[in-house]
């Protein structure tokens, strides 16, 4: 009586969900709500190469880069000026999985 997708097994026992998912980066976006364009900030414990996404509400892709980062504080500026007002998730990637925060463009 268990559902598996792609090795995922939900149940009721299970205890973690999607949204518990800690990929190991610590990210922040400001300002938010933005205008143009918006800042992440990311700290990092580790020098690795990330992916950045920004996605539109229907999850299709606008935006995606690669980017490194250096141990201690990473700010990465991306600009969205011809994108019209609306929420956005900015996905961030690495080899253990991902983070997702969401922004607002005024």
Known sequence: DNAYIDNVCFSEFSQQ?????NAGIQCSVYPNPFNSDFTIKIDADKSEKLRLEALDVMGKIIYSDYWNVEIGSNY???????????VYFIKTLNNKGFE???????
């Not at 997702?100 to 005024?106: E, F, L, M, N, P």
């Open 17 to 21: 969900g999607v949204n518990e998912y």
């Open 76 to 86: 990465i500026n991306i600009a969205l000026p011809d994108m019209p007002a609306g």
């Open 100 to 106: 997702v925060r969401s922004v607002i463009k005024q």
